[in-house]
Every structure is written in structure tokens, then in C-alpha cells.
């Protein structure tokens, strides 16, 4: 059965960090609900209550555009280890950009990536595990690096013209603010 938690501790904090992949969950008040699925090493556990994922260069922007409308943000982890386990943050993000007072103390935290876009900070209100019976076993066999490449070969002005075009307004017409 799920557990419902206030914060994280140590031992989900370690299961988090084990795993390749996480799952973004974000919805409008009115519109498509998204959910995006995340790799590379791009996510951090700040504190108990506080999260951040550096943020790539995608082919929308709809976590941005939703997290301005309303915050409402859940984050999944789920092994596919022969131990199974999901772990669910529930709570409120926000965006942080590039000239934003708290970019330059978060970017930090990670290692420098091309096509970074924003970072996102939640603000944990629960946490959940459940079983992850459910959840097939797989075996990880490495990190994809066409993005990376994708990005450094549009370079940085290459990257914020792809914004312009495609990551300015979610695909409900929502504005994401990338570009102020």
C-alpha cells in the first residue's frame, strides 16, 4: 500500500538518485494535461521539501506555461530494478531563468549542459510511495546524447531562435515567458 510522507528522507533520497529517468506531471486549469519524461543528470534534492531539475531545450514548453498559471506540479520516480517502487512529489513549482536573483546559486548545482532552458524548483507539499508491482523490469543500457548534440550543433543563438519559434506558448496557448 502507499505511504504519504511530509518531506523526503535519506532513503528516498537515495532511491531518487538511483534512478535514469523521472517523470514530469502538469496541467492547466483548462486544456491537455502533460507529462514529460526526463534523463540525463538533471535532477537535484536541494533540502526535505525543495527539488530542482535543470530544464533542456524540448520540443515545447508546457511545464513552464502551467507552473505560471497554477504551480501544481507532481514529479514520479519508479524503479525498473528487480526491486520495485514508485515515488511520487506532489507540491508547487516554479521556473527559474537565466537573470532570475536565484539562477546563478542554483545552476550550480549542475553540471553545465547545452540547450538548458530554465531550471524548475518544486516546493514539496507530500510525498507518496507505492508498490510498483505493476512496473515492468528493465535494464538500463545508457543516456541518449542526441539532445546534447542537437543543442551544440544549433549553438546558442541557433537555440533561442527554436524558443522564439517553438517554446514561447503552450500547445493551449499559454504563455511560458522564456523570453522577457
Not at 518531506?7 to 496541467?27: E, H
Not at 519508479?78 to 537573470?99: A, D, K, Q
Request: charged content about 25%; hydrophobic content about 35%; glycine content about 8%.
Amino acid at each position: 500500500m502507499g505511504k504519504f510522507y511530509e518531506s523526503l528522507n535519506d532513503d528516498l533520497k537515495r532511491f531518487i538518485y538511483a534512478q535514469r529517468i523521472f517523470f514530469v506531471a502538469t496541467a492547466p486549469h483548462k486544456g491537455r494535461i502533460n507529462i514529460s519524461p526526463k534523463g540525463m543528470d538533471t535532477f537535484r534534492c536541494i533540502d526535505n521539501r525543495t527539488v530542482a531539475y535543470l530544464d533542456l531545450t524540448g520540443s515545447g514548453n508546457e511545464t513552464s506555461a502551467h507552473l505560471l498559471e497554477n504551480g501544481r506540479m507532481t514529479v514520479m520516480f519508479t524503479s525498473f530494478s528487480e526491486t520495485p517502487l514508485v515515488v511520487r512529489l506532489y507540491g508547487h513549482g516554479r521556473v527559474v531563468r537565466e537573470g532570475d536573483s536565484e539562477w546563478n546559486r542554483l545552476y550550480t548545482l549542475f553540471e553545465p549542459l547545452p540547450g538548458t532552458r530554465q531550471i524548475v524548483v518544486l516546493h514539496i507539499d507530500s510525498v507518496q510511495t507505492s508498490c510498483g508491482y505493476g512496473v515492468p523490469v528493465y535494464k538500463f543500457v545508457k543516456q541518449r546524447d542526441t539532445l546534447k548534440k542537437w543543442a551544440e550543433k544549433k549553438g546558442a543563438h541557433g537555440i533561442k531562435e527554436y524558443w522564439k519559434k517553438n517554446n514561447l506558448t503552450s500547445i493551449d496557448g499559454l504563455p511560458t515567458h522564456l523570453m522577457r
